[in-house]
């Protein structure tokens, strides 16, 4: 069965810092890889959506590289902001949707 | 704002009582799911729906039914829970995966809480 990984669980950055999110899956064979934020007590939010034959997808401050190879994925923010504090989660896409574990962010102004 | 509309946003329901959660979308989609979030965990599918007609159950127990009545809405009524089911319960819709390869995003709701006493 898949199994994702997310490291760090969570994360605390001044603003203003550029940051790296890991992801890894043990199961190579996937479709794509999504990664979305869920700030407190409410749905998903997708970011950006790589599919398995693309090496990175960018959205404004946001850059999500795909290794599927190995296994990984990181999301890259730039510049962070107080508004980026959340719980960040990759998902990778095979016969289902699979979620990672979470990192949970906090940008300190 | 979250094209997916969920409602109520809070429940709090006995284990004797019948209810119903609601979920709505008007982006098209005729992909839904149902999925299960416990606190600090990540979403747990439970449902999906495709052209209005079930395509995977994960092995959810029948105290849980859904149901699609049509191409924008989907209900997940819930009768006799446990204390255990307490959650979010997050909708979200998609273009239908394409051979059950899924290569569209998900747009969720921002979910019930659910808490049964």
């Known amino acids: 069965k898949q199994e994702v990984t997310q490291i760090p669980a969570a994360l605390s950055v001044p603003e203003g810092e550029n940051l790296v999110l890991n992801c890894s899956f043990t199961d190579s064979a996937i479709y794509n890889l999504q990664w979305f934020r869920q700030d407190p007590g409410k749905g998903l939010t997708s970011l950006l959506l790589?599919?398995?034959?693309?090496r990175e997808q960018t959205s404004g401050r946001l850059n999500a590289s795909l290794d599927k190879s190995s296994g990984r994925s990181t999301l890259y923010i730039a510049a962070s902001q107080p508004g980026d504090s959340a719980t960040y989660l990759c998902?990778?896409?095979?016969?289902?949707?699979?979620f990672g574990t979470g990192t949970r962010l906090t940008v300190i102004p | 704002d979250t094209e997916v509309t969920q409602t109520p946003k809070h429940l709090v329901m006995g284990m004797t009582n019948k209810k119903s959660l609601k979920c709505e979308q008007h982006m098209g989609h005729r992909a839904m799911y149902w999925y299960k979030q416990k606190a600090k965990k990540p979403p747990e599918l439970m449902f999906v729906?495709?052209?209005?007609?079930?395509?995977i159950n994960e092995s959810v127990p029948s105290r849980f039914s859904p149901e699609c009545p049509n191409s924008s809405l989907l209900n997940l009524h819930l009768h006799a829970l446990q204390p255990e089911d307490s959650a979010l319960y997050l909708c979200a819709s998609s273009q239908v995966p394409n051979a059950g390869v899924l290569n569209s995003p998900l747009h969720f709701g921002n979910g019930t809480r659910l808490t049964v006493t």
């Open positions: 998902a990778v896409s095979t016969n289902n949707l699979f």
């Open positions: 790589i599919q398995s034959s693309q």
């Open positions: 729906y495709s052209y209005e007609k079930l395509s």
